[in-house]
């Protein structure tokens, strides 16, 4: 009978001490039924993280370097046989760690992604209930291998170490959807997802009302203009890359862009979020409402490609391997 596989929790952190506390609780009470390190690495957060004294837990530090370097730096730091990536805004079950590890047991090369879910609370608001509509479909397909290449996130999956080393690891160059790239990396040469929902996280972010969920997804649209240059022949690529300033379109595709761009406006926007709060304190319905959030979400996401496929210019270059004594 072989040895069961080690396992280390990285745990990326930057500037939110009462998130990553809760967090790394939530790990820590899970040790007392199994074995595995928590590696935190605080990326230069103001003041600099503590952490309790505890078995298993390791305190990382670097200076802003981002999240793709700042995951790598944790796998470094570890010897586990398999690596399990989480967000410092997740709360995860004492079985967690034990499904990741059962899974990559049972499903060879496999990157192992787990179930997020929203908090029960979130369903007692419509704006709640429309993130519930966008972000729920993804808890209902079946556990074990996907067709999917790109399904992914690094809030919560897992992968062996051995395979990320050799992937080179999460790309610096890609801050947004880091995670998609990886898979898809990870399925060129062979490997697999499984979708795990035994291995299920809580997400408790900080984006409760319209406002700061678009303003979330507009930064994102924005940073993911590197993938989106790496993967152009991907479907979802080519429907993102209409929206680049420098490609060609027939003369209705650039009248309905000029028409987006002068409803994305700051004047505009700022004018359907006034409607939207007043909509939401007259109680209207949510079919009402989830079509404003719709619009509203779109404008900003429509923003954040523009802007960010304007910026990049050069497709950056794949990672090379990482070496157990690189930085």
Known sequence: MSAALSAAVIVPAHNRPEAVALSVRTLLEGRAQDD?????????SEPALAMP???GLRLVRTAGIERSRARNLGVL???????????DDISVGPDFVGAHRKAAEEFPNVIGVGAITLPEAMGQTPFGRFRRLIEDPDLRRPRGLMAEKNFCTAANMSIRRDRFLSLGGFDPAI???????????????GGRLAFLPEASAL???SNADIAAYCRRHEWGARAVAPFLRRYPEREDSRARLRFDPARRSTLGDRA?????????????VRALLGLTRVAEQAGLGDSQLFALYRVLLGLHLFRGFRRGLSEVIVTPPLPLPLSDFSR
Do not use: K, N, Y
């Not at 595995?36 to 230069?44: A, I, P, Q, Y």
């Not at 801050?175 to 040469?189: G, I, K, Y």
């Open 256 to 268: 309905a862009l000029a028409m987006r761009r002068l409803a994305a406006q700051a004047p505009c």
């Open 53 to 55: 004294e505890a078995p």
């Open 175 to 189: 801050v947004s959807s880091e995670d998609q790239d990886l898979a898809l990396r990870f399925c060129e040469h």
């Open 77 to 87: 730091s570890t010897r586990a046989d398999l690596v399990i990536f989480m967000d």
């Open 203 to 205: 997400h408790r972010d």
């Open 36 to 44: 595995f390190e928590v590696v935190v690495v605080d990326d230069g």
